[in-house]
Structures are given as structure tokens and as C-alpha cells.
């Protein structure tokens, strides 16, 4: 079951929560179990998540949010589209549903958004899992270089078939076809009267990004207490040296990796990407469990 739930963000902005399970788990002792918020990169949505939330919820209350600007999720017009708005956003939809003590699971601009959460509200946040997003600088060049790309799409594409194959094959930054890459796109598309068209603004995707690229984030890293798993597909954008020395910088750093995996490593490679971080939060279980305090009989 997967189901809606209505979120107000930061300036009032209406934000769409997914529930992918029943309504929430009950602890032994009463009281809300914590809950895993998955949070998308930039042009996502919260159901490009969809088969990570079907196994976590098994044993956990899995919530995606559609972050500002993407999905569901309201796209104001002028913002804002900061990084102080998304964490903001991260924050209230917490408290909001309930998740605390949270495990945050973040893939590209939404793992940034974790740790930069992390970091401001440690009290909120149980564990981290960093998907494939770098923690240095990317500078001027590459946002140009997103400015060029958006320019060369080729919208309204005429049918999702169409979308699929761009962004699968022809576009200019597909080293060899990826039919996922093309799924992943085709997600983010619908039907207008002219043809398919993204869900998304390109415009406030540039300002989202701007907002991120020419700053490092090693600062904000080094706050964060709780464990973290830093992931990295072995194609992805996260080299692995930077990704180890994320690790070193973490107080409680873990390291994974998943083979025959690009940026989008829990979309296109969905049972490395489990094998990955099961495990962790698996071990986490433990550790929780090991903390509690005997119940008296």
C-alpha cells in the first residue's frame, strides 16, 4: 500500500509524503517506532524510491518525500530553492509525521540535504545513509555545464517511448545505454498538451543546484555524530578516494560500494544496492536493541 500524506514545509510550502507500508509499527513498550525518510536527488521523486521501501518496510515505517520543486510537491514560483529551505523542509516533515529518532536515506542533492540535517538537529536524526554525493566543491565549470545539458534536451518529447531512448541512449552524457537511466527519466515526465514534459522547472533545478555546487561540505560532514554509511556506485560521481576520506572525516563512518553501478545506484542496480545497506541498518537494529534499558519483571 502506498499512501499519501500531506506535509507543510518551511514558508508555508505544500509538500507530498509517501507511506509505502501500513501505518506505523507499534514498539513493545507503546509509542511510534522511528522511521526511514528517503530522500530523492535533484529532478527525482519519491517514487524512483518505490523498490528500496518495499523491502524496508518489512521492518521499518518508510516514508519518501517529494522534496520542493519535484513530484507531487508545490514549485513556487520564485522559491526559495536554498539549501536552508530543503533541510528546513527535511526537518518539519519529521516532526510532522512522526519519524523521529529517523534514519535518513539521501541519494545525490537529498544526501546533502541528510547530512546538513544531521549536522543542525542530531536529535532528530538515529543514522545516515549517503548515497553517491560528494562533499568537495564541484565549482563554476560544472554548472555550466548543467546549463548546456538542460538546453540540449530535446522536450516536448512526442511519446514516453521517445523519453526513454534519449535519456537511455542518444543524450550526450550516456556512455553506453542504459535503459534505467531512461526508466528513471520517464518517471519524471508527463503529458502536456503539446507532447511529454518534465515535472520539473529546469530553471529552479539550476538554482537548487547553485545553491550547492561552488561550496564544499566537509564542515557540515565532520558535525555529524550518528553512524553513516557513505555508498558510491564504482560509475557514479563519487570517486572512491573522496568517499573514503568521508568515511575518515565521519565520527562513526562506514564505506560500501556497489559494482556495475552509475550515479543512480539504487535504481539501476536494486540488489547491490540492498545487499549495501541492509546490512547497516541491520547492524544498527542490534545496536539499538543492545542499548535499551532490561525491563523489570
Not at 545553491?211 to 565532520?222: G, K, N, P, S, Y
Amino acid at each position: 500500500m502506498v499512501r499519501r500524506i500531506d506535509v507543510t514545509g518551511t514558508d508555508g510550502v505544500r509538500l507530498a509524503a509517501w507511506e509505502f507500508a501500513d501505518p506505523p509499527k507499534e514498539r513493545p513498550e507503546g509509542g511510534r517506532a522511528g522511521g526511514v525518510l528517503l530522500l530523492h536527488g535533484l529532478m527525482g521523486r519519491a517514487s524512483h524510491w518505490a523498490s528500496t521501501a518495499r523491502w524496508l518496510a518489512e521492518r521499518h515505517r518508510a516514508v519518501g518525500l517529494d522534496q520542493r520543486g519535484h513530484g507531487r510537491s508545490e514549485k513556487p514560483a520564485e522559491g526559495p530553492y536554498t539549501r536552508e529551505a530543503y533541510v528546513a523542509d527535511a526537518e518539519t516533515a519529521i516532526e510532522q509525521l512522526g519519524l523521529a529518532p529517523v534514519t535518513l536515506v539521501g541519494h545525490s542533492m537529498g544526501a546533502l540535504t541528510a547530512w546538513q540535517l544531521a549536522a543542525k538537529r542530531p536529535d532528530l536524526v538515529r543514522a545516515l545513509v549517503i548515497c553517491d554525493m560528494r562533499a568537495s566543491a564541484l565549482g563554476a565549470a560544472s554548472q555550466r555545464e548543467w546549463e548546456d545539458w538542460f538546453r540540449s534536451w530535446p522536450v516536448p518529447f512526442a511519446t514516453l517511448s521517445d523519453v526513454r531512448k534519449w535519456f537511455g541512449e542518444d543524450d550526450p552524457w550516456v556512455e553506453r545505454p542504459n535503459p534505467a537511466r531512461g526508466e528513471f527519466f520517464a518517471e519524471v515526465m508527463a503529458e502536456r498538451a503539446d507532447g511529454w514534459r518534465p515535472v520539473f522547472s529546469r530553471r529552479q533545478m539550476l538554482t537548487s543546484r547553485a545553491t550547492w555546487v561552488h561550496d564544499a561540505h566537509w564542515e557540515e560532514l565532520a558535525q555529524v555524530r550518528c553512524p553513516t554509511l557513505v555508498l558510491r556506485g564504482l560509475d557514479g560521481e563519487l570517486g572512491r578516494a573522496e568517499a573514503q576520506e568521508m568515511v575518515r572525516v565521519l565520527p562513526r563512518g562506514q564505506y560500501a560500494e556497489v559494482a556495475d553501478a552509475g550515479h543512480l545506484v539504487h535504481y539501476d542496480q536494486p540488489e547491490g544496492w540492498r545487499a549495501a545497506v541492509e546490512p547497516f541498518l541491520e547492524q544498527l537494529a542490534e545496536d539499538t536493541e543492545d542499548d535499551r534499558e532490561p525491563v523489570a519483571p
